[in-house]
């Protein structure tokens, strides 16, 4: 069993050691989507996910994935696709269009998790400066990028998209050094992926995992990320 979310009042959820194992990571359903609710649930390394057509679920899920400047490296590939490709990467310079790329299909799945309303909170808290995008240009045209929430020194990637090959690969590894140099100390990539273990991921278990985290969001920054970055 999962606790169901109160929406009409204050953010709250259940302890992370709750999760249940199967589904892995499920911890909660209900409560809103609001900047608010998310804000609460990332502090306690909780996120949202599920399809537009079902219930809210929220997820806390172990071992946590992340990436820190210490483990942190570009793999050879990506060194190469950097020196041959002719990219241009920025920030904060087309965060909605970043997330509505990542809400597309893609080729291995039918559908998205990202809805509408979740787009709209996400781009309320872009605009509070809370929440960044990276992006990646060929020719003009956006061909990749990535979007997350920063809450102190911690980094919260959510989702990242790909219309040229490497494109999100090599945003990425010209970001996140940038990001590292700003101030952030944790980047939390939820759960492991191929694509991110290539860039130094660690698997951490619970207690390691929030440990760091409660370090890192309560550690104040101030954290601005330049228009350009490569």
Avoid at 93 to 118: E, Y
Wanted: proline share 6%.
């Amino acid at each position: 069993m999962i606790d169901w979310l109160d929406e009409v009042s204050f953010p709250h959820f259940p302890a992370t050691d709750k999760a249940l194992d199967e589904p892995a990571g499920l911890l909660a359903a209900g409560g809103q989507i609001s900047p608010l609710w998310l804000d609460q649930a990332y502090r306690h390394g909780i996120f949202p996910w599920n399809d537009p057509d079902e219930v809210r679920l929220w997820w806390s899920p172990v071992p946590r994935a992340v990436i820190t400047p210490d483990s942190f490296r570009i793999p050879r590939s990506v060194q190469k696709a950097i020196r041959r490709q002719k990219f241009t990467i920025t920030s904060n310079l087309a965060f909605r269009r970043v997330m509505t790329a990542c809400a597309a299909p893609r080729d291995d799945a039918a559908g998205t998790w990202i809805s509408r309303d979740m787009i709209d909170s996400y781009s309320r808290l872009h605009q509070a400066g809370r929440a960044i995008s990276v992006e990646c240009w060929q020719d003009g045209g956006l061909c990749g990028g990535f979007y997350g929430l920063i809450i102190g020194s911690a980094y919260f990637g959510e989702s990242m998209f790909s219309a040229v090959s490497d494109a999100s690969k090599v945003a990425f590894a010209c970001a996140a050094p940038v990001m590292f140099r700003a101030g952030i100390r944790l980047i939390d990539c939820q759960m492991k992926t191929d694509h991110l273990a290539r860039f130094g991921l660690l698997e951490l278990n619970r207690e390691s995992f929030e440990r760091q985290l409660q370090a890192a969001v309560s550690d104040p920054r101030d954290i601005r990320l330049p228009g350009i970055m490569a």
